[in-house]
């Protein structure tokens, strides 16, 4: 825990150079989407077989030094399934434009990120012929802008899973919680000059901080290579006190009301050793979502039939649902659980949810 790991081989303060696009896993396809700030990067998982009845599209958006290739597992599984899958890498992230590290550090809200997450919404929806609106799936600091893009009304989705999410009510606890994972985060900040990557500086530290102990050396090197030159620092200070209308939010999911009117169209997905976005923070995300359905039933706004918290049979034992939520924890990963060595376990949780919107 306290060792410094102080490494500058890992921090970059230039865009990166133009290199060949990364290569892709079969049936997994690359667009790319032109915004007024540059184009962004859209991976295509083109289902293996359509059933007669069209899916909804899910629609994946990568946390925090992240891109779409976060999601490559879950585009592969889902895509298995018959579901189209897409994921989007906001600018400066993945294979989308890259800001000069000025511009993107200080210069990039959460707002602009937000852009980019809506304009990909739009060109799915598009794409698909306008005949579903897509499950949102937002990871992390993604999944935070999930949650401002709907209480922010720009777009209506089918359902929304938050999978490891920055929580609506404000980001202080999450970044408590690295503060008391890495005690030395910020004299490391300091002596690299205040680089956003810093407390990822070092493969032990983006273990540590991400992962599961079950992961080997070698795939968090390789995760290290990937993760984005430099991170905007407005996108998590944009988030540090509450950014959501919670009541907003649920209006913005459809299809409340739909056959017994007792599903649930928003999942809070947990990782058992998420060292960051806690099980307690989850919870609490999830009982604020379930404050909210309540209140808008209650008030006649929303037709559907509010449920107690009952207990829900999965691995790991703790998932519930009620009032319009889904609460499911994946045993033994990490903050980045689609990643980690039972990113499966979450895959089939999330499908479930899926299923029954």
């Not at 999965?314 to 889904?326: A, F, I, Q």
């Amino acid at each position: 825990m306290f060792n410094l790991h102080l490494s500058y081989k890992w921090l970059q303060w230039r865009a990166p150079p133009n290199r060949p696009l990364p290569s892709l896993p079969s049936g997994i396809e690359r667009f790319f989407i032109q915004t007024p700030g540059g184009r962004i990067e859209m991976l295509y998982a083109k289902p293996k077989s359509y059933p007669q009845t069209r899916h909804a599209p899910f629609y994946f958006v990568h946390g925090g030094m992240g891109g779409a290739w976060v999601w490559l597992e879950y585009l592969s599984y889902f895509s298995a399934r018959g579901i189209p899958c897409y994921a989007v890498s906001m600018r400066g992230h993945g294979s989308s434009w890259h800001p000069s590290f000025l511009r993107m550090v200080y210069g990039t809200t959460k707002r602009m990120l937000a852009d980019d997450v809506v304009a990909g919404i739009r060109w799915v929806q598009e794409r698909e012929e306008g005949r579903e609106e897509v499950v949102l799936v937002g990871h992390s600091s993604g999944g935070g802008l999930s949650q401002f893009i709907l209480s922010e009304q720009d777009v209506k989705v089918k359902g929304l899973a938050l999978v490891g999410a920055v929580p609506g009510f404000g980001s202080v606890r999450v970044y408590w919680n690295w503060f008391c994972v890495d005690p030395l985060f910020t004299v490391r900040m300091i002596l690299h000059g205040h680089h956003p990557n810093s407390p990822l500086s070092h493969p032990a530290l983006t273990r540590q901080a991400f992962f599961s102990n079950q992961v080997t050396g070698s795939f968090v090197e390789g995760f290290q290579r990937r993760i984005c030159a430099y991170e905007s620092l407005m996108w998590p200070l944009g988030m540090g006190r509450p950014f959501v209308d919670p009541q907003k939010l649920i209006q913005q999911i459809s299809g409340w009301g739909t056959g017994t009117g007792t599903g649930q169209r928003l999942l809070v997905l947990a990782g058992e050793y998420d060292k960051l976005v806690s099980l307690d923070i989850n919870e609490t995300l999830a009982s604020m979502y379930r404050g909210a359905y309540i209140g808008l039933v209650k008030q006649k706004k929303l037709e559907a039939v509010p449920t107690e918290v009952e207990p829900l049979q999965g691995e790991g034992d703790k998932d519930n649902v009620g009032h319009g939520v889904r609460v499911c924890l994946v045993p033994g990963a990490g903050h980045h659980m689609q990643n980690d060595v039972m990113w499966e376990v979450g895959a089939q949780k999330l499908l479930a949810f899926y299923e029954q919107l």
